[in-house]
């Protein structure tokens, strides 16, 4: 069965700081995918990953994929107050036939002025 | 951009009631999901449907059916609603394997159910 882990589970940063938020999963998996979601409202796609090594960035937010380490992060530079959401990795389970989207618990991300 | 469109934002519920949650996409997407989400636990997979009339069980089905009578459409069932499905419940879209490079899942706004 496909475990999604992400830590920390709740961040809290000062706006200009940069930190990242991991994503650990626990079977082969050569699909992840990030998503924000804000308070009360749905989830927006952000980045698909698709291979080993693959890099994408968007604004202050880069996420990459460590296939082999089954490690995905989401970098954030210089963090500023509209960054506040709550961030989830996805992982499309092998095998499935088609996509399958297993969740991990989420990052709540607190950006102060 | 595609659309999903659940039917309802907030419901309120009596405990032993049937429920029927809608979901109307209109991308032309095999795939439709819904999803529960509770503080903590994150989005938890209830069932999925990769072709019309066609369901797969997800991570936590139990007390839940679903139908999938047209493309566009996904329907969520709580037969008997219980104190213990209260949450938000999100539906989802995708296109399936090899169609196209945009793999993702788009979401509805989401229905916050309370079952009282």
């Known amino acids: 069965e496909l475990k999604v882990e992400q830590n920390p589970l709740f961040l809290s940063m000062q706006e200009g700081k940069n930190y990242t938020i991991y994503c650990n999963y626990s079977?082969?998996?050569?699909?992840l995918y990030w998503y924000r979601q804000d308070p009360g409202k749905s989830l927006e796609s952000l980045f698909v990953?698709?291979?080993?090594?693959a890099v994408k960035q968007e604004g202050r937010l880069m996420a990459s994929l460590d296939t082999k380490a089954r490690l995905s992060t989401l970098h954030i530079t210089a963090a500023v107050h509209d960054l506040s959401a709550t961030y989830f990795c996805?992982?499309?389970?092998?095998?499935?036939?088609?996509?399958?989207?297993?969740f991990g618990t989420g990052t709540r991300l607190k950006v102060l002025a | 951009d595609v659309k999903v469109t659940q039917s309802s934002r907030y419901l309120v519920k009596r405990t032993g009631e049937k429920v029927f949650l809608e979901c109307v996409q209109d991308?032309?997407?095999?795939?439709m999901f819904w999803y529960r989400q509770d503080p903590g636990l994150g989005l938890r997979l209830i069932y999925f449907s990769y072709d019309v009339k066609m369901k797969e069980k997800g991570d936590i089905p139990e007390g839940y059916s679903v139908s999938r009578e047209k493309k566009e459409r996904f329907s969520l069932i709580l037969e008997s609603a219980s104190t213990n499905q209260t949450s938000m419940y999100l539906c989802a879209s995708s296109l399936i394997p090899g169609k196209s490079f945009n793999t993702e899942a788009f979401f509805g706004q989401g229905t916050r159910l309370t079952v009282v």
């Open positions: 996805a992982v499309d389970p092998p095998g499935s036939g088609t996509y399958k989207y297993i």
């Open positions: 991308m032309d997407h095999e795939n």
């Open positions: 079977t082969t998996s050569d699909r």
């Open positions: 990953l698709l291979s080993n090594g």
